[in-house]
């Protein structure tokens, strides 16, 4: 069974940086492509960044030049490098497995909620 553990959330002030990362068990970590998504109060869940086996990456316009996605498959984690945040980054964080190149049939952790401060 495909299991995902996010950590790394908190609060933090605008400007701040936070690193969150998640591990992945079950699966052939090394493989898969690997997403980072995110859902505010009141909004859909969103991509922020997501990142291929051979570690081509892709990111919202919203975080481009911010955020880093990167992944060490010695640990089956992917990481999330969020730095000058804002408080429109507020919002739950989950990462994702696609399944069958579709992340909604995916497997998804259980979230870590970021906060900023302004």
């Known amino acids: 069974q495909v299991q995902l553990v996010e950590s790394g959330g908190g609060l933090v002030q605008a400007g701040g940086s936070l690193r969150l990362s998640c591990v992945v068990s079950?699966?052939?970590?090394?493989?898969?492509?690997m997403g980072w998504y995110r859902q505010a109060p009141g909004k859909q869940r969103e991509l922020v960044a997501d990142i291929t086996s051979g570690g081509n990456t892709h990111y919202a316009d919203s975080v481009k030049g911010r955020f880093t996605i990167s992944r060490d498959n010695a640990k089956n984690t992917v990481y999330l490098q969020m730095n000058i945040l804002k408080p429109e980054d507020t919002a739950v964080y989950y990462c994702?497995?696609?399944?069958?190149?579709?992340?909604?049939?995916?497997?998804w952790g259980q979230g870590t909620q970021v906060t900023v401060s302004s």
């Open positions: 079950g699966t052939i970590f090394s493989i898969n492509p």
């Open positions: 994702n497995v696609p399944y069958g190149g579709s992340p909604k049939r995916g497997y």
